[in-house]
């Protein structure tokens, strides 16, 4: 089983739409939870933390259920630019004792006019 | 500030080839990390540096080497280069701050094994 696991998509939706990503982890070690986003043949960049609390950055909200070990990014009025692949990342400490990240494979969405 | 960069941008090798990625850094951070990413897998790590000095292991190692020459520099070597490592190749660094575990990325390299 992969230590994080997302829908690949794609995720084709309108300009102004609101669309949700889910995400689950396996390890419940995971300490941290990250959305990182990727457009096409560049690198990762880091999208915004997540927390229990659940927190908003703008038009992006994500929430994290420890319980479930699961994690989701919303996007409202989805935008052009928000074209991207979004990945859901976790945090843990690994074998050597190193706290590390585990990427999901990522979640590709398209905004379309 | 340049941030993460990475050297080459593409490469094209032939089976048993070696080559070295290079990658330097100048945001003075303690963590360096190297990455491949493949068709429908996420970023996997191959090794890391937690700081000068310091070398270890990530989730697949087998097939490379690395040498952290000093705190802005992390090369990665394959000594023998196999079709399986045919790959996108992604070095980061890590701010810790606020106790958010923030990697910046590289732009990558892209390397093709014959």
């Known amino acids: 089983r992969k230590e994080v696991e997302q829908d690949p998509g794609p995720f084709n939706v309108p300009e102004g739409a609101t669309v949700a990503f889910n995400c689950t982890y396996s390890?419940?070690?995971?300490?941290?939870f990250f959305w990182y986003r990727q457009d096409c043949r560049k690198e990762p960049k880091l999208l915004m933390s997540?927390?229990?609390s659940g927190n908003e950055d703008g038009r992006f909200t994500a929430q994290l259920n420890r319980a479930s070990q699961y994690i989701s990014l919303l996007i409202r009025d989805s935008k052009l630019s928000d074209s991207a692949t979004y990945l859901c990342?976790?945090?843990?400490?690994?074998?050597?004792?190193?706290?590390?990240?585990?990427f999901g494979t990522g979640t590709r969405l398209t905004v379309i006019p | 500030n340049a941030g993460v960069t990475q050297t080459p941008k593409f490469q094209v090798l032939k089976t048993g080839q070696s080559m070295t990625l290079q990658c330097a850094q100048d945001?003075?951070?303690?963590?360096m990390y190297w990455y491949r990413q493949d068709p429908g897998m996420g970023l996997r790590l191959i090794y890391y540096?937690?700081?000068?000095?310091?070398?270890d292991k990530g989730e697949v190692p087998n097939g490379y080497n690395v040498s952290r020459l000093n705190k802005r520099e992390f090369s990665l070597r394959l000594e023998s280069a196999a079709p399986s490592q045919t790959s996108v190749y992604f070095c980061?660094?890590?701010?810790?701050?606020?106790?958010?575990?923030?990697?910046?990325f590289g732009p990558g390299t892209r390397l093709t094994v014959l």
């Open positions: 980061a660094s890590r701010r810790l701050a606020g106790g958010v575990n923030e990697q910046f």
């Open positions: 390890n419940s070690a995971s300490q941290s």
């Open positions: 997540v927390y229990s």
């Open positions: 990342v976790v945090e843990r400490d690994d074998q050597t004792g190193a706290n590390n990240l585990f």
């Open positions: 945001m003075n951070h303690n963590s």
């Open positions: 540096s937690a700081s000068e000095g310091t070398t």
